[in-house]
């Protein structure tokens, strides 16, 4: 279902994420939730630590990831990279995030994207209540994560977006096992991607 816009501000959606790295099923999802939430653009937030992935181990860092989402979303015009949460304390909270944009930015509202995983997930969020109390949240579908629209609280919606298989973890082993990953990674940092993510000496 499409969200109607319920105020003439401008409305970005916030994709925080590692993008560990990005890949071309973020872009295609991003252009779909453009329509569906009816969002003027949507800011790839790129984090420099997610709070419930504190043992990771094959983070790449930050200022890669962010160039290569830079890279990648050079030629998107509505989609946009953003190190705005490496500004902040880390580790990164989506609840202080959105309360620092909406207080650099009031004449904007802020809408947040994430996935079915992570709205089951929502309770265990830092200040899952202000992100509610205070922002919109878009939802799309992931395999084998259904969510119950009946059950879902006011200013959360459910979209019908495509789902996407790829991931960055399996994109991350491919390079490591010395497959090639053409058409999972945009074309512009593919060969970033491969020198990156290759474990060999």
């Not at 003439?8 to 994709?15: A, C, D």
């Not at 043992?55 to 990279?81: F, G, I, K, N, Y």
């Not at 995030?97 to 947040?112: N, S």
Request: proline share 8%; aromatic share 10%; glycine share 4%.
């Amino acid at each position: 279902m499409a969200v109607p816009p319920s105020s003439p501000r401008q409305r970005i959606g916030i994709f925080g994420g590692s993008f560990n790295p990005l890949h071309c099923g973020h872009i295609r999802l991003a252009r779909q939730l453009l329509q569906l939430a009816s969002l003027d653009e949507i800011w790839f937030v790129v984090s420099p630590l997610n709070p419930l992935k504190e043992a990771a181990t094959d983070l790449l860092a930050d200022d890669l990831r962010l160039l290569m989402t830079r890279q990648a979303l050079a030629r998107e015009p509505r989609l946009r990279a953003s190190d705005y949460e490496f500004r902040l304390p880390k580790p990164s909270y989506m609840w202080n995030t959105l309360a620092h944009l909406q207080a650099e930015w009031p004449g904007r509202e802020f809408v947040l994207v994430i996935g079915a995983d992570n709205w089951l997930a929502f309770d265990r969020w830092a200040r899952a209540d202000y992100i509610l109390a205070h922002h919109e949240v878009a939802v799309y579908p992931r395999p084998g994560y259904p969510v119950d629209c009946t059950a879902l609280p006011p200013g959360v919606h459910l979209l019908d977006t495509d789902l996407y298989h790829v991931s960055s973890t399996d994109i991350r082993r491919r390079v490591q096992a010395g497959l090639s990953v053409e058409g999972l990674v945009p074309e512009s940092i593919r060969m970033l991607v491969e020198q990156y993510y290759r474990t060999d000496e």
